[in-house]
């Protein structure tokens, strides 16, 4: 079955700093994966995926994410923190065959001025 | 954007009544879901349809049933609403299934059972 964690709850940064949102997952054969942002009141926002080839995905407002197949994970990333960057974040993983997304239980970044 | 309306967007309703929630679409795209958000436990498939009149349960389907009579459009129904169908209801589209395909969500409908 698929699966996808996300553990830690919240993240808080200082605006400037790097930002890292972990996911890690569970699917059989190649994982598909994702990263959606939910601002309040708002629906999900696709940020970027990875299908295959590099294993650093870039994707919108800065984002990126580096997917390592040994340590089943795909984390978000980000060089500099905006505090416009907090938001609800969401790790998704499919695989192959699968059809809808599997989404983790979401990570709240909090960025400070 | 994608192209997706929900409506309604908010509806407060009591216990024991039928509620429909619609999903128009305007990006013709096969397949279409409906999530549950609830905290703790992130976005949670309700149904989904892979074409016209074609739908299949997901995870969380007890109690809901859904319609897709014309590729644009997809209800979700609550038979009989209870508390615990409380939650941000979010509708989805991709235009093919599995991989790498993107699902693109609408902005949420806010239910509220009382």
């Known amino acids: 079955a698929q699966s996808v964690a996300q553990p830690e709850d919240q993240v808080n940064v200082a605006e400037g700093n790097p930002l890292t949102v972990k996911c890690t997952y569970s699917?059989?054969?190649?994982?598909?994966l994702f990263w959606y942002v939910q601002y309040p009141n708002r629906g999900l926002q696709f940020l970027l995926k990875?299908?295959?080839?590099?294993?650093l995905v870039k994707g919108s407002y800065g984002f990126e994410a580096e997917f390592n197949k040994s340590q089943t994970s795909f984390h978000l990333k980000k060089p500099s923190a905006l505090v416009s960057d907090s938001a609800l974040y969401f790790c998704?993983?499919?695989?192959?065959?699968?059809?809808?997304?599997?989404f983790g239980k979401g990570t709240t970044l909090s960025v400070s001025s | 954007d994608a192209g997706i309306t929900q409506s309604p967007r908010h509806k407060v309703t009591e216990t024991g009544t039928p509620v429909t929630l619609r999903c128009h679409q305007t990006e013709n795209h096969r397949y279409m879901y409906w999530y549950r958000q609830d905290p703790g436990h992130g976005l949670r498939l309700i149904h989904y349809s892979y074409g016209v009149k074609d739908t299949d349960k997901g995870e969380v389907s007890d109690g809901y049933s859904v319609s897709r009579s014309k590729t644009e459009d997809f209800l979700l129904t609550l038979e009989s609403a209870t508390s615990s169908q409380t939650s941000v209801y979010f509708c989805a589209i991709s235009e093919s299934q599995g991989g790498g395909n993107t699902i693109y969500f609408g902005e949420g409908s806010w239910l509220t059972v009382v």
């Open positions: 699917v059989s054969g190649n994982p598909y």
């Open positions: 998704a993983v499919r695989d192959q065959a699968g059809t809808a997304l599997i």
């Open positions: 990875y299908i295959t080839g590099d294993n």
